[in-house]
């Protein structure tokens, strides 16, 4: 089975807000979040069985949507029309069925720098028939949703997202790097130490970590900028 993966993609500046104090100021922090983007992305679009990543944003965030367009649809946007996350995914299960209607739905939260090609892969391939969720590292959110060709997607995302999935979705068993989001400092610093993080993240980081240390951070930042978006379009191009 062919899948789509669905990835909302918050626009700036208030997407992963509680990640901002790790910033010197907010242009730091757009180049964080897109870069955490930018390698969920790529590690979805690398996953064997992924035909295509779409993007559904809350507005035209082309720029700040972290991968580049690529033949074959990955990298295709959506603006959503109904309000929040979960109007965000219906927005999109509703496009990609009638795009694609023999293709699986996956969604996938947008803030798991960890994420390795493979462990998407081994989920989706065991995914099979009916609905199918990840959930996160503490069991209490929701990292992947899915839904074969035929069966209707219940997005119930936000606190307690898991509990609210088991009722009408199987638990799919996953890697660390699945299950591992990050809205917090601390919970990017793990991720970091614990599993390592895509090269777009670990850029950023490393910059921080110059700038904490007293260093300049202006020509970091522009060659970090530079790193983001080359290293995306590396991994996401043919």
Do not use: Y
């Not at 972290?66 to 295709?76: I, N, T």
């Not at 959503?80 to 739905?105: F, I, K, S, Y």
């Amino acid at each position: 089975m062919r899948w789509t993966v669905v990835i909302p993609a918050k626009s700036l500046p208030a997407a992963k807000s509680r990640l901002a104090p790790m910033s010197v100021d907010a242009a730091a922090h757009r180049r964080l979040v897109e870069a955490i983007r930018a390698d969920t992305v790529a590690a979805a679009a690398a996953a064997d069985g992924v035909a295509r990543v779409l993007l559904v944003t809350d507005r035209d965030v082309t720029a700040a949507a972290g991968a580049p367009d690529r033949p074959g649809g990955v990298g295709e946007r959506l603006v959503q029309t109904r309000p929040g996350l979960n109007g965000a995914v219906r927005d999109a299960a509703e496009h990609a069925a009638e795009r694609w209607p023999d293709d699986g739905l996956a969604v996938l939260v947008g803030d798991l720098p960890a994420l390795r090609p493979e462990e998407l892969a081994e989920v989706l391939a065991t995914a099979g028939a009916g609905t199918g969720f990840v959930p996160d590292a503490d069991g209490v959110g929701t990292t992947l949703l899915t839904a074969a060709p035929g069966h209707p997607l219940r997005p119930e995302f936000g606190g307690g997202s898991a509990a609210r999935h088991a009722r009408h979705a199987r638990p799919l068993v996953a890697g660390p790097g699945l299950r591992r989001d990050v809205d917090t400092a601390a919970d990017l610093r793990g991720a970091a130490t614990d599993l390592g993080v895509g090269p777009a993240t670990a850029a950023v980081l490393d910059a921080t970590d110059t700038t904490a240390a007293g260093t300049t951070a202006g020509p970091v930042s522009t060659d970090t900028d530079v790193t983001v978006r080359s290293t995306c379009l590396g991994m996401i191009g043919e």
